[in-house]
């Protein structure tokens, strides 16, 4: 190499670094706002300092792959990327024993057998007695899932212990089948929340819409905030039973 190329490569690599300075510089608000946004409606074993290393990574991804000529300003395609890196960081440390996993999808299968028995949405007291559990221990599985992992619909696509709709190939030739696959998923789920009981919709609506936290959504519909944890639950387990489907595909 020569003197001439070595100092054009240092140069370019020295412009590099102070361009993601002023990225840092300029977005990091941002990044710390969107933890701290996350922090209030995480397990308390999430930690602030891990969730904003994980966003700024995100960062720097979202100044990497941003199309201006998609229309969305770079603000707002960053906040989706730091948000998804932040999520995605809280899912690595998912610390729940195998049985809580079972447990999940036990309930996800009972709310399906039930609802498919029956035509309607099934409650409490039978998804209890189709797992021949009393009501408490139910309610004290539902307290268990909802505590030992973060639910968002991505999540939906997961049984608990394995990967999701697809796997990661990195080839591009797949990309259009699964945005095609993305987009009936899309459909499917929208029509599985319209169609779900009124108020474990009025729980989703309140915490991923209004961003309220489980007390507060307690407080909107006059329950405590374990009966709110109960229903959020339950809500997750009645997805997965009604997308099963997809998630077997």
């Not at 770079?74 to 809580?100: C, H, Q």
């Not at 399906?112 to 797992?131: F, H, N």
């Amino acid at each position: 190499m020569t003197a001439a190329a070595s100092g054009l490569r240092m140069y370019n690599k020295a412009q590099a670094q102070d361009s993601q300075h002023q990225l840092i510089e300029r977005y990091g608000p941002l990044v710390k706002r969107i933890a701290y946004h996350l922090l209030a409606r995480l397990p308390a074993s999430v930690q602030v300092d891990d969730l904003i290393q994980a966003g700024m990574i995100g960062l720097l991804e979202a100044s990497k792959k941003y199309d201006g000529g998609k229309g969305a300003s770079f603000e707002t395609y960053a906040g989706i990327r730091i948000r998804g890196a932040m999520l995605d960081e809280v899912r690595k440390g998912d610390w729940a024993p195998r049985s809580v996993h079972r447990n999940t999808r036990m309930v996800s299968d009972a709310i399906r057998k039930i609802e498919a028995r029956t035509g309607r949405d099934a409650k409490d007291q039978e998804v209890a007695a189709e797992l021949q559990l009393s009501l408490e221990d139910y309610y004290g599985i539902l307290g268990d899932t909802l505590g030992s992992r973060l639910f968002s619909f991505d999540d939906l696509m997961q049984d608990g212990e394995h990967g999701g709709m697809h796997e990661d190939t990195g080839s591009t030739q797949t990309e259009p089948l699964h945005e095609l696959e993305d987009e009936r998923f899309q459909s499917a789920l929208a029509e599985a929340i319209a169609n779900l009981p009124e108020r474990e919709r009025l729980v989703l609506a309140l915490y991923y819409d209004e961003e309220l936290n489980l007390k507060e959504i307690g407080e909107v519909l006059g329950v405590s905030e374990s009966r709110v944890s109960q229903l959020h639950s339950q809500c997750a387990a009645r997805l997965r039973a009604r997308l099963g489907e997809w998630r077997a595909s």
